[in-house]
């Protein structure tokens, strides 16, 4: 017991196969790891969408995979891993918004929104859809770009917003609806 | 021209493209030797320092919590496995209590059933009974085996009858059935004993095709109960259908749209309220199509089977320019049709009546005014007293603040009665709603 207390072995466990939770967090480590390696970087750009700010973006997308690897051994399909890390990072994004006291993006301060993506998208036109995009309710606002930046199928997004497929269709609608108006508005 | 979904994809693709390849930081997973989680183990060898150590007397009082928390749950456990539980019985039927409303100002039901979602966005939706007046919960229901969210609901006209449709694969799930259905319960509220009970409705459960995810996009009770209107819209322009279920005798009969333009948003059933009038024999469908909005008024007793056929009581053209918001209700007297408005450049929601006779614009009941660009969202007109006098309706700002579930529109559900509105604060305008 003493051994154990200053980190060595008793001699006949250095034999013994590794305890079952130690295989579990390096099969973790590497599963996670690899999946970091392929993805993080569409899931910091989907976080970044959401929030328009990158750091946000990272500090979410870096959560979700912490979550992840808590969560391991806990995963009936590891081959659903991205999809759980989507809603993840969904989720994420909704929390951060709430803890913000006010919106990032106010609505009707007519002034550009002053970011690192603004230097880049030079196009009027795309920051006003982005503008746009940020007013809608969150759920609206997941479903379109879900379904037009990621090109997912309606029930790939239900499964990640935890929704109906028609709820899925609904808020699309409803989505494209606000945006119409209120791209017109700003025309 | 340019599609509002075509600016979409350009404008989200140029803001993702901001963030380089390559940029992503290193993952930076948590310590072994700190991980709280489900595959904790403490690393050998780690001591505590001094600073760390507990006072001689915590042991003896973090024993005693120990001891009183453990008592008060057993407690708790045994109070709640005598409770009604919210899951079907033998037959189907799931029975919870229902605490009194409190007595509502005005002409308007007393409950409101609310689909409301989970703490978490992948729980399932519950069905909420609230007080109209309070919006103090009165009863909460899970979803019943099988099912994973509520996804509908619609009131009869007694303000105790409510139908609630519910998705998922179902409790006989199996390799032979469809992987996902939509099935209906009905939700009888009794103030008298004191229960709402919930109980599978004789509506076969709709199988979703394949690909397509639930095609329903909208259901409505007729007034007196008996039969239930289900809505089919889709996403690949096939034609619309609607389907009348009789309640009593399990009969169905369709309804299929037949004109076909071509065009992406044609001859869709809009995700809006279907209504009733209070005899039962009309429904007023709104048809999308393009930039119009068509309110048909469909007469359920006479011959056919073309949804399109129907007469046009209302065409709301141009609507995403903001003059008309959709989501068009038809009395109960069958006289009007009533509709929220966006107008004046999203400064003001109008609710607009027009004649069911002539279409004609009779009036605007109530303007509600905001400052520039406050207006999001979707408001609509959620119930209507008998002639259109006294509504409920739900208004979409934008809020100052994000609302519990993420969302930055503060909407409000209130009751707009002789030009003026008057909120129900209790009544969550994120939910789907019905009286």
């Known amino acids: ?187 | 021209m340019t599609t509002i979904e075509d600016r979409l994809r350009a404008a989200t693709r140029a803001a993702a493209g901001t963030v380089a390849t390559g940029s992503a930081p290193p993952l930076r997973l948590p310590d072994r030797e700190h991980d709280r989680g489900p595959m904790r183990r403490r690393g050998p060898g780690r001591r505590r320092g001094p600073g760390r150590r507990w006072p001689s007397w915590a042991a003896p009082l973090a024993a005693a919590a120990v001891v009183t928390v453990i008592f008060v749950g057993v407690l708790v456990v045994t109070r709640l496995a005598h409770l009604p539980q919210n899951r079907p019985g033998p037959a189907g039927a799931v029975t919870v209590p229902l605490r009194r409303a409190p007595s509502v100002a005005g002409a308007v039901p007393p409950y409101a059933v609310g689909l409301a979602p989970g703490p978490l966005a992948a729980q399932s939706t519950r069905a909420v009974v609230r007080a109209t007046a309070s919006g103090t919960v009165l009863a909460t229901l899970t979803t019943p085996r099988g099912y994973s969210s509520f996804t509908w609901v619609s009131a009869a006209g007694d303000d105790r009858t409510f139908v609630l449709a519910a998705y998922g694969p179902g409790p006989a799930a199996g390799p032979g059935r469809a992987r996902d259905t939509t099935a209906f319960f009905l939700l009888r509220l009794d103030p008298g004993a004191g229960t709402a009970r919930l109980t599978p409705l004789p509506v076969p459960a709709q199988p979703n095709p394949p690909g397509l995810g639930s095609p329903i996009s909208g259901i409505a009770l007729s007034p007196d109960g008996s039969r239930l209107a289900v809505a089919f819209g889709n996403e690949t322009n096939v034609r619309s259908e609607l389907k009348l279920f009789n309640l009593r005798d399990g009969s169905v009969r369709k309804w299929r749209g037949t004109r076909n333009d071509g065009r992406a948003t044609a001859d869709e059933l809009g995700a809006s309220p279907l209504s009733w009038t209070a005899d039962g024999r009309t429904l007023a469908v709104d048809e999308w199509a393009g930039n119009t909005i068509n309110v048909h008024l469909l007469d359920t007793t006479a011959a056919g089977s073309n949804l399109w056929s129907s007469r046009i009581a209302v065409a709301f053209a141009d609507w995403p320019s903001g003059s008309v918001a959709g989501s068009a209700i038809i009395t109960p007297d069958g006289t009007k049709i009533i509709g929220m408005a966006v107008a004046r450049h999203a400064t003001q929601i109008r609710v607009n009546e027009f004649s069911a006779g002539t279409g004609k614009a009779l009036g605007t009941m109530v303007r509600l005014r905001y400052r520039r660009g406050a207006i999001t969202g979707w408001p609509s007109v959620l119930w209507s007293d008998r002639s259109g006098s006294t509504l409920i309706v739900k208004t979409t700002r934008l809020g100052t603040r994000p609302s519990k579930n993420g969302d930055l529109t503060a909407g409000t559900v209130g009751i707009v009665s002789r030009g003026r509105f008057t909120p129900l604060p209790g009544i969550p305008a994120g939910e789907m709603l019905a009286w």
Request: glycine content about 6%; overall charge positive.
């Open chain 1, 1 to 187: 017991m003493q051994s154990e207390l200053r980190g060595h072995r008793p001699a006949a466990s250095v034999a013994d196969p590794a305890p079952p939770d130690r295989a579990d967090l390096d099969a973790a480590e590497a599963g996670v790891t690899a999946l970091y390696r392929a993805h993080a970087l569409g899931l910091m750009r989907l976080a970044h969408i959401m929030l328009g700010d990158r750091q946000a973006a990272e500090d979410v997308v870096q959560e979700a995979f912490c979550g992840l690897y808590r969560r391991w051994s806990h995963l009936s399909d590891t081959g659903r891993a991205l999809q759980y890390l989507r809603m993840s990072v969904l989720n994420g994004c909704r929390s951060l918004q709430r803890r913000r006291r006010r919106p990032r993006a106010q609505p009707d301060d007519g002034q550009p929104v002053v970011s690192a993506e603004a230097a880049v998208i030079t196009g009027e036109e795309r920051r006003e859809v982005m503008r746009a995009l940020r007013r809608l309710p969150a759920r609206q606002r997941e479903a379109v770009v879900l379904r037009f930046y990621l090109d997912l199928s309606s029930e790939e997004i239900a499964t990640t917003m935890g929704i109906s497929p028609s709820s899925v269709r609904s808020a699309t609608h409803r989505a494209l609806a606000s945006l119409g108006r209120m791209l017109e508005e700003s025309s």
